[in-house]
């Protein structure tokens, strides 16, 4: 079954840039989604199609995909961004990654 | 104001059933994908199933292929997931998702609820 690799934990200090990576096998063929999961909150799509941003979430969060690894990448990070990131493609089923917990320093 | 709102989880004993609902509105239902989305508490999130905009087909994730069955009724607004079977290991949060463009795609998800299957 696909799998998609994510790293653990991501940390950053406010102001910075955070790169959450998502990798796997021929990503750059397959749509990618991410999903931030605040504490007790359900999940909200802040990214899809790779690059597209929902309306309502900031400009400061944007996407790629490339080769066999897909970024989100949150600049000027704020205390409000701490949370759960999870990516997400399509192989023969839905698939998630195991998530990275953004933490802002 | 589209809303997702799940209902029928609790406690049940292994080897039992429930049957979830979501409750879907401010957007035409009949028109969406739907999915079941669950995350064990403090863990990931794992798919689970999804049906078409018509109710005519859907599909599981193995884990739980031949004992959960997801429909809905597009009168009603409403979105099912019969669980049967139950095992310790189907303990999680379920959430109510509504897929966007595919389905890597989900643009809403519900509060989600608690089904905890222990003796």
């Known amino acids: 079954s696909y799998e998609l690799t994510q790293p653990p934990s991501v940390s950053v200090s406010p102001g910075q840039t955070a790169n959450i990576t998502c990798s796997g096998d021929?990503?750059?063929?397959?749509?990618v989604s991410w999903y931030q999961q605040r504490p007790g909150q359900s999940p909200v799509v802040v990214m899809f199609h790779d690059y597209k941003r929902p309306s309502g979430i900031p400009e400061r969060f944007s996407g790629s995909n490339s080769g066999n690894t897909a970024t989100l990448t949150i600049s000027e990070t704020q205390a409000m961004d701490e949370a759960d990131y999870y990516c997400?493609?399509?192989?023969?089923?839905?698939?998630f990654g195991a998530g990275t917990k953004l933490t802002v320093l | 104001e589209v809303a997702l709102v799940e209902s029928g989880g609790g406690l049940v004993q292994p080897g039992g059933s429930l049957r979830l609902s979501c409750a879907a509105s401010g957007f035409t239902f009949s028109s969406y994908w739907m999915h079941w989305v669950r995350q064990v508490p403090g863990k990931g999130l794992v798919w689970v199933s999804r049906i078409d905009d018509e109710g005519s087909s859907s599909g599981y994730a193995d884990s739980v292929k031949g004992r959960f069955t997801i429909s809905r009724d597009n009168a009603k607004n409403t979105l099912f997931l019969q669980m049967n079977s139950l095992r310790a290991e189907d303990t999680a949060v379920y959430y109510c998702?509504?897929?966007?463009?595919?389905?890597?795609?989900?643009?809403?998800w519900g509060r989600g609820i608690l089904v905890t299957v222990s003796s």
């Open positions: 997400q493609a399509w192989d023969t089923s839905t698939v």
């Open positions: 998702v509504r897929q966007n463009y595919g389905p890597w795609d989900f643009d809403y």
């Open positions: 021929h990503l750059e063929h397959k749509y």
